[in-house]
Protein backbone atom coordinates (compact mmCIF):
# COMPACT_ATOMS: atom_id res chain seq x y z
CA UNK A 1 0.00 0.00 0.00
CA UNK A 2 1.32 3.14 -1.03
CA UNK A 3 1.97 6.07 1.75
CA UNK A 4 2.29 8.69 -1.15
CA UNK A 5 0.23 11.53 -0.42
CA UNK A 6 -2.44 11.81 -3.59
CA UNK A 7 -2.09 14.66 -6.10
CA UNK A 8 -4.11 17.75 -6.20
CA UNK A 9 -4.58 17.69 -9.22
CA UNK A 10 -6.07 13.81 -9.51
CA UNK A 11 -8.26 14.35 -6.52
CA UNK A 12 -9.85 18.21 -7.60
CA UNK A 13 -9.05 18.56 -11.30
CA UNK A 14 -11.71 21.26 -11.65
CA UNK A 15 -10.17 23.58 -9.09
CA UNK A 16 -6.53 22.87 -10.02
CA UNK A 17 -7.48 24.17 -13.85
CA UNK A 18 -9.16 27.25 -12.02
CA UNK A 19 -6.08 27.69 -10.43
CA UNK A 20 -3.62 27.58 -13.40
CA UNK A 21 -5.82 30.00 -14.98
CA UNK A 22 -6.00 32.67 -12.07
CA UNK A 23 -1.84 31.69 -11.71
CA UNK A 24 -1.30 33.11 -15.58
CA UNK A 25 -3.40 35.78 -15.31
CA UNK A 26 -1.35 36.77 -12.69
CA UNK A 27 1.41 36.46 -14.29
CA UNK A 28 2.43 33.66 -11.74
CA UNK A 29 3.73 30.98 -14.21
CA UNK A 30 6.11 29.92 -12.01
CA UNK A 31 3.49 28.63 -9.43
CA UNK A 32 1.48 27.68 -11.86
CA UNK A 33 4.22 24.90 -13.03
CA UNK A 34 3.94 23.47 -9.86
CA UNK A 35 0.33 22.35 -10.15
CA UNK A 36 0.60 19.04 -11.68
CA UNK A 37 3.30 18.03 -8.38
CA UNK A 38 1.26 19.21 -5.79
CA UNK A 39 0.32 16.97 -3.24
CA UNK A 40 -2.62 16.50 -0.80
CA UNK A 41 -0.62 16.35 2.39
CA UNK A 42 -3.68 17.23 4.81
CA UNK A 43 -7.09 19.53 5.03
CA UNK A 44 -7.82 21.83 7.28
CA UNK A 45 -8.76 20.94 10.30
CA UNK A 46 -10.18 24.42 11.49
CA UNK A 47 -13.97 22.96 11.20
CA UNK A 48 -15.07 26.10 10.23
CA UNK A 49 -18.54 25.27 7.55
CA UNK A 50 -16.61 27.75 4.58
CA UNK A 51 -13.20 26.54 5.03
CA UNK A 52 -11.99 24.24 1.81
CA UNK A 53 -8.79 24.54 2.79
CA UNK A 54 -6.01 22.21 2.18
CA UNK A 55 -1.80 21.79 2.97
CA UNK A 56 0.36 20.67 0.19
CA UNK A 57 3.59 20.50 2.23
CA UNK A 58 4.31 19.10 5.80
CA UNK A 59 3.95 22.20 8.07
CA UNK A 60 4.12 21.99 12.01
CA UNK A 61 1.07 23.40 14.22
CA UNK A 62 1.21 27.09 15.08
CA UNK A 63 4.45 27.57 13.95
CA UNK A 64 4.55 30.98 11.68
CA UNK A 65 6.17 30.22 8.11
CA UNK A 66 9.05 32.71 9.03
CA UNK A 67 10.95 33.89 6.25
CA UNK A 68 10.39 33.55 2.66
CA UNK A 69 6.70 33.23 2.92
CA UNK A 70 4.30 35.26 0.67
CA UNK A 71 0.14 35.13 -0.12
CA UNK A 72 -0.45 35.24 -3.49
CA UNK A 73 -4.15 36.22 -3.17
CA UNK A 74 -6.01 35.22 -6.61
CA UNK A 75 -9.53 36.70 -7.89
CA UNK A 76 -11.18 33.76 -8.39
CA UNK A 77 -15.45 34.25 -9.64
CA UNK A 78 -16.57 33.18 -6.24
CA UNK A 79 -15.16 32.96 -2.72
CA UNK A 80 -11.20 33.17 -1.88
CA UNK A 81 -8.20 31.40 -2.99
CA UNK A 82 -4.97 32.61 -1.78
CA UNK A 83 -1.66 30.34 -1.73
CA UNK A 84 0.98 30.60 0.89
CA UNK A 85 3.92 30.47 -0.93
CA UNK A 86 7.35 29.65 0.99
CA UNK A 87 10.53 30.16 -0.61
CA UNK A 88 9.19 29.77 -3.96
CA UNK A 89 6.60 26.97 -3.26
CA UNK A 90 3.28 26.45 -2.82
CA UNK A 91 2.87 24.90 0.70
CA UNK A 92 -1.02 25.37 1.49
CA UNK A 93 -3.99 26.55 -0.45
CA UNK A 94 -6.88 28.65 1.31
CA UNK A 95 -10.23 27.61 -0.39
CA UNK A 96 -12.82 29.80 1.36
CA UNK A 97 -16.31 30.87 1.16
CA UNK A 98 -16.81 28.40 -1.83
CA UNK A 99 -19.12 25.26 -2.64
CA UNK A 100 -17.10 21.87 -1.65
CA UNK A 101 -14.62 21.16 -3.62
CA UNK A 102 -15.93 18.12 -5.92
CA UNK A 103 -13.01 15.24 -6.58
CA UNK A 104 -12.37 12.41 -8.31
Partial sequence: MSTEHPLVGEEFPELVAELAALLAAEGEGALAEQLPGLRLVAKCGC??????SFATAVHPPG???GPGHR?????????ML??????GRIVYVE?????PLRGT
Fill in 47 to 52: GDDFCR
Fill in 63 to 65: TPY
Fill in 71 to 79: CVPLLPARG
Fill in 82 to 87: VLDVVD
Fill in 95 to 99: VLDRP
